[in-house]
């Protein structure tokens, strides 16, 4: 026997305010084709001024709770996953345990940027594999809209601000692949391509909060190879088949980045949700934003087999195997 993190609940919110590309050309010198053609986004959501990424996630945690039949109190422990933290200090997680009158466990921030959810997911999962927690929320949220140059036409039309999570419950099963939950994660890092996709700033080098900064044809590059190359990884070290797998749950960077992950990957783009196109890129929120989207919409059903991959700034990456 062996102990699964099994999803028992979802949850998404996206802030109200929507931006198309034409209301983006409006403040640089760019077009709907530009980015439609270069990356699959038609709209995006934006936060307004009172909207942190606290309050975002305590949205979405809200509804995952609600759908998990639980209340904050449930709850022994919260990872979440975020470059846009509410405070430099403390963990905007304490804000949402707060919120949701969570009063005991613990609650911690993690930091991985696009693969920050994996990221979580990993650190909640070994929790419960150890017994040391039976309840845990995981969370990626982004209100990227606030770390935004929007002077910049090379990024501000990429990113956008959202949340989603899921609600893990320990639960026994056989150490197979047809076990329900997460079935395994694999997570990893290269810090030399840092430079690449960074904020501008931080508190301990110019004391400023800082812009997304990066360069996009490097992280074009690595991203399909390094997304694909760790699903088959985990893939493999599970003993299961691609034809297996019911969907692919990437992060949301780019329509062209997931064409070449699912190209290379030797997967269909019918078995891939794709949100990019609504939600733009929300980084840490991405992967459990297509999650609820999936959910929604009826693709995704109990008992289907999920692999999540995604990459972001650091460079890290990852994937998820999980059976829903
Ligand atoms: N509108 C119009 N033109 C734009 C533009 C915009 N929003 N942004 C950049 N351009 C211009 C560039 O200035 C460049 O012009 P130049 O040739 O006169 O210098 C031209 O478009 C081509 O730029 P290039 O970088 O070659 O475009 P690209 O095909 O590589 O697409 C990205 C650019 C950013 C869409 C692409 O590199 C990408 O998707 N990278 C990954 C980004 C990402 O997903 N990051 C997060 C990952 S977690």
């Known amino acids: 026997m062996t102990l699964r993190s099994r999803i028992i609940g979802i949850g998404s919110f996206l802030p109200e305010h929507i931006s198309t590309n034409d209301d983006m050309a409006k403040i640089v010198d760019t077009s709907d084709e530009w980015i439609v053609e270069r990356t699959g986004i038609r709209v995006r959501h934006f936060a307004d001024e009172n909207m942190s990424s606290s309050v975002m996630a305590t949205k979405a945690a809200q509804q995952a709770l609600a759908n998990a039949g639980l209340t904050g ?17 403390p963990a905007t997680a304490v804000y949402v345990q707060a919120a949701l009158g969570m009063k005991r466990g613990c609650a911690f921030d993690v930091v991985a940027a696009c693969s920050g959810f994996l990221y979580a997911l990993r650190m909640a999962d070994n929790m419960i594999r150890l017994g040391q927690v039976k309840t845990a929320l995981v969370v990626g949220v982004e209100t990227l809209s606030k770390i935004t140059d929007f ?6 039309v990429l990113f956008g601000d959202g949340a989603g999570c899921v609600v893990l419950r320990a639960e026994e099963g056989k150490g197979t692949p047809a076990d329900r939950g997460v079935l395994d994660t694999l997570i990893y890092s290269d ?28 992280v074009f590059r690595h991203a399909a190879v390094n997304m694909a190359e760790v699903s088959q990884e985990i893939l493999d070290k599970n003993g299961v088949a691609l034809a297996d797998v019911d969907w692919l749950v990437p992060h949301q960077a780019n329509i062209r980045i997931l064409e070449a992950t699912a190209k290379r990957l030797g997967i269909p783009m019918e078995k891939v949700i794709s949100t990019v196109d609504l939600h733009a890129n929300t980084s840490a929120a991405s992967i459990p934003l297509a999650l609820a989207e ?4 009826g693709k995704l059903k109990e008992g289907q087999l999920l692999l999540l991959p995604g990459m972001g700034a650091g460079f890290t990456w990852g994937a998820s195997l999980i059976r829903l």
């Not at 002077?151 to 501000?156: E, G, L, V, W």
């Not at 999936?294 to 919409?297: A, I, M, N």
């Open 294 to 297: 999936g959910v929604k919409s």
């Open 191 to 218: 810090g030399s391509y840092a430079p690449d996709l960074c904020s501008t700033g931080g508190p301990s080098t110019n004391h400023e909060v800082g812009y997304i900064t990066m360069n996009g044809r490097e």
């Open 73 to 89: 109190d449930d709850l022994d422990l919260i990872v979440l996953a975020t470059v846009s933290p509410d405070k430099t200090f």
């Open 151 to 156: 002077k910049d036409r090379n990024t501000c």
